[in-house]
């Protein structure tokens, strides 16, 4: 037996190539190292005291390469106190830094004949200071950081089958007021090997985004974000100042803004680069180089247009995107009027004549001379007239437009006839003219007449109205009534922005304030932030962000939100403070609830509400939703998860996005022609028709009747969609959670009524729960203990609920639980014993948590039913 415990902390440094990674270490870009030990291939330095404590061991890595280590094992000597330091680290531009260690550290038990006190632990100190202090040491300045403990120890065993493993604590400091500071290591009688010590600290890198460049940024403290303000790389200019946030983690976040290329450069690899030759691009912006269209050329980088082929034209006015085409022809000729010896004629300017028309060239003759003998006159416009015609012949004609290129091809040959007599007379299209204006005059006057006659009986009709009844138009057509608010669908608007202004408050982006990201949405990120309106108090708000470079159907989904919210006013439903539409990013701003999501809260306090509590939850949530029905609103997805929670309990209504992804759980939404549905919170019809009614919307109440009386529990558990939807639609509800009162189940039951129209309306829900509120008496009766309907769904799927057969099966079932030892020697005699079990019996034996708790008592009660009427079907 070594009885030289030391000893074994020798050969550490040999055994490195099986503890380190066999791979060069890259650290990650937003981590600047200040001190790395295993860089440094000569002695470190570091000072030790007493100089028989920590010793510097050499050694190498995984690649042979000399590293230093530190080892200390003084555990056979009392009263220990062994200090090592490092030298001075100049803090650069920290605000606060991070301490790497990797060390091993071996179990006492496995040291023999140990004579002084053994200890597992160390400590980690550090000192401030504004210069260098040389050798100077006094332990009294040094600042406890922490007590550095192994996650794995090591024994004399480990040690000769070569399976050592380092432990990697990480530690952060700050915030930081001087140039510098000292890091130290006190031993107070462990076996322990320092292997190499990391400090850094964290800034967001150099980066390149939305064209625009963010220099190397260290976070200032660890409550804020810090605005960056971005420069646009060459050859572009900003469309909106670029702006980001660096996080306290390094992490750039929120990219606002962005620079566009200029003309003759397209973004490639976050730059901005020429144009290849036969490419081009004319505008500022960031798309891509278009190739020369047809017939035209470049040969140069970075072209704007692209030059016509040879006997290839392009009018000044066309774009830089039109296809170059020689001389097009006149193809539209009109005979205005004709006479005896003469003919008026008209025609269109051709759609791409390469240039300005000089004038046109007009060739005619006599069809019988098939042009043996022809006429040639010339006409600046796009009109003239030929005189000396011979009565009652055919002509044939031909116009040809000339510019400064050349003529271009002739038209089609166009036949007219002269009049047999000397009577003026008009041609058919003219005739055609006439009758149309003529017609179109008398059906204005008509209208005319109509129109003032029903203006008249209507103003007639308005004075003997009541002055309440005056009708409230808005843009889109609908009408309201004052008094009598409905619900008004922003999708039948043309143009979204318009029911966006109408029902939502622009906001100055300069008020609003973003203090950090808290989550991310469909569109973009959730922030929180402060918004200070003139003249009003600043106050907390949600911040939601439309992500750059959405589509316009994306824009018009993301405000569709704000143009629903923007009509409600009500203290049970979410408040929208207003939009930001005409700056970048468009943003909807509602108040901010402190306490998130109804189910998560729930979760997160379990047990911890009172049943009166609870129903004032559920209270609020039906006056928000009878709200909501008076206004003819439909919800849709009416769910825990969609309830937000303030510092004050109050529950409001939210989420009205209607084309929202519904969960992320790819199982939790069941899609049918039209979208998505929540199949766990949707009523039957709504489910198989998609008949979306008040009454569905009752339906999905009930479930979240049941989320709040289980703190937060899934409906159904872990069964498939299929599966609920099958269960429910053969007659099977939800069984009661634990402790709930008889009168809430019940409610809840009538929620769930198969037809639709049994079901209470949100303004019975309210009255019911008013007089549960007013005599919370009533709410001692739990639905546990009282007779319950034969056709409950019960949760068979879950493995921590022991399936229901006999007496035994059931008491083999719960030892297999973790909380089996709390079973074990426990005998029940029947299975009335086993349902009068209450949570103060599992207490006794050792249940103390109210989660099993919880699962246990439902167990028992599902074992006394189903032993007293026979399995429930599911």
């Known amino acids: ?52 404590g920590w010793e510097e061991i050499s050694g190498v890595d995984e690649h042979y390469t000399p590293i230093r280590t530190f080892q200390v094992c003084n555990v056979m000597e009392y009263s220990q106190n062994n200090w090592l330091r490092t030298n001075w680290i100049p803090r650069q531009s920290a605000q606060k830094f991070y301490v790497e260690l990797k060390f091993t550290l071996r179990d006492c038990n496995s040291i023999p004949l140990v004579l002084g006190t053994c200890k597992e632990t160390f400590n980690l100190l550090y000192l401030e200071t504004d210069d260098d ?244 006159l010339r006409a600046r416009g796009c009109n003239v007239t030929l005189n000396g015609l011979k009565p009652n012949t055919a002509y044939l004609l031909q116009i040809r437009a000339r510019t400064a290129a050349g003529y271009g091809a002739s038209s089609p040959s166009f036949q007219f006839e002269t009049s047999p007599d000397s009577a003026f007379s008009i041609s058919s ?88 990201v808290v989550g991310a949405g469909e569109f973009g990120e959730v922030c929180s932030g402060r918004l200070k309106l003139p003249s009003k108090k600043e106050i907390c708000v949600a911040i939601k962000t439309l992500k750059g470079g959405y589509t316009d159907k994306q824009r018009r989904d993301f405000l569709a939100e704000a143009s629903i919210m923007g009509q409600f006013d009500h203290p049970n439903i979410i408040r929208l403070e207003g939009v930001v539409t005409r700056s970048k990013p468009v943003m909807i701003v509602t108040e901010y609830m402190e306490n998130g999501s109804l189910d998560s809260f729930l979760r997160k306090h379990d047990a911890q509400f009172t049943g009166i509590q609870l129903v004032g939850m559920l209270r609020g949530i039906a006056s928000g939703m009878k709200y909501l029905s008076d206004m003819g609103y439909v919800h849709r997805d009416l769910a825990a998860r969609n309830i937000l929670v303030n510092s004050n309990l109050v529950c409001k209504v939210s989420d009205f996005g209607l084309s929202r992804v519904l969960e992320d759980d790819p199982e939790a939404a069941y899609t049918t022609r039209g979208g998505k549905i929540p199949i766990r919170w949707t009523a039957p019809e709504a489910i198989a028709y998609r008949k979306f009614t008040s009454a569905s919307d009752a339906w999905s109440y009930g479930i979240v009747l049941w989320e709040v009386m289980s703190y937060g529990e899934r409906p159904y558990w872990e069964m498939s969609n299929q599966d609920v939807i099958k269960a429910v639609d053969e007659g099977y509800r939800l069984p009661p959670p634990m402790d709930c009162p008889a009168t809430l189940y019940q409610l809840m039951l009538d929620c769930w009524q198969k037809e639709r129209n049994n079901r209470p309306k949100f303004e019975q829900i309210v009255s019911i729960l008013d007089k549960l509120i007013r005599n919370p008496g009533s709410l001692k009766i739990t639905a546990n203990t009282t007779s319950r309907p034969a056709n409950l769904l019960l949760d068979r799927s879950s493995s921590e609920v022991p399936s229901m057969g006999t007496m035994d099966d059931w008491m083999d079932g719960m030892r297999t639980l973790p909380c089996k030892e709390a079973f074990s020697g426990v005998s029940y005699s029947s299975c009335d014993t086993l349902a009068k079990t209450s949570t103060e019996d599992l207490k006794k034996v050792g249940v103390t948590n109210v989660g099993p708790q919880k699962k246990i008592v439902s167990s028992l009660k599902a074992l006394d039913s189903h032993t007293k009427n026979g399995p429930v079907p599911v």
């Open 429 to 516: 299209e003219s005739s055609q003219v006439v009758l149309i204006a003529i017609s179109s005059a008398v059906a204005i006057i008509l209208l005319t007449v109509l129109l003032y006659i029903l203006i008249g009986r209507f103003c007639c009709h308005s004075k003997t109205k009541h002055p309440d009844e005056k009708r409230l138009h808005f843009g889109n057509g609908h009408l309201r009534l004052p008094g009598i608010r409905t619900y008004v669908d922003p999708h039948t608007y043309e143009d979204p922005s318009q029911a966006v202004h109408e029902f939502a408050k622009e906001l100055d982006a300069s008020c609003i304030a973003i203090d950090k």
């Open 133 to 376: 202090q040389g050798s100077h040491f006094r332990e009294h300045q040094f600042s406890k950081i922490d007590t550095i403990a192994a996650d794995e120890s090591f024994t004399q065993m480990d040690l000769g089958d070569r399976i050592l493993k380092l432990n990697t604590e990480v530690r952060e400091v700050g915030p930081l007021s001087k140039k510098g500071f000292y890091l130290a290591f006190q031993d107070v009688g462990a076996c322990v090997a320092l292997v190499s010590v990391r400090v850094y600290f964290k800034k967001c890198p150099y980066t390149l985004r939305n064209l625009a460049s963010f220099p190397d940024t260290v976070p200032m403290d660890s409550q804020s974000l810090v605005e960056v303000k971005g420069s646009c790389v060459n050859h572009s200019k900003e469309e909106e100042p670029p702006r980001m946030y660096c996080s306290t983690e390094g992490e750039w976040l929120v990219p606002i803004g962005k620079c566009l290329c200029n003309a003759g450069y397209e973004e490639r690899s976050n730059t901005c680069q020429m144009c290849r030759a036969g490419f081009y691009k004319s505008t500022l912006g960031n798309m891509e180089c278009s190739k020369c269209p047809p017939h035209s050329f470049s040969y140069h980088e970075g072209s704007l247009h692209c030059g016509c082929e040879k006997n290839y034209f392009r009018a000044e006015g066309d774009p830089a995107s039109m296809a170059c085409t020689p001389p097009s022809p006149v193809t539209v000729i009109k005979k205005e009027k004709t006479s005896r010896n003469s003919v008026s004629l008209s025609w269109q300017q051709p759609e791409r004549p390469n240039g300005i028309i000089l004038d046109y060239e007009i060739k005619y003759y006599e069809k019988e001379e098939q042009e043996t003998s022809y006429t040639i």
């Open 1 to 52: 037996m070594d009885c030289n415990p030391r000893s074994h902390l020798y050969i550490l440094p040999l055994l490195l190539s099986f503890v380190i990674p066999a791979f060069p270490i890259i650290y990650p870009p937003n981590e600047v190292n200040l001190l790395d030990s295993k860089a440094s291939q000569g002695e470190l330095g570091w000072i030790s005291y007493p100089s028989h």
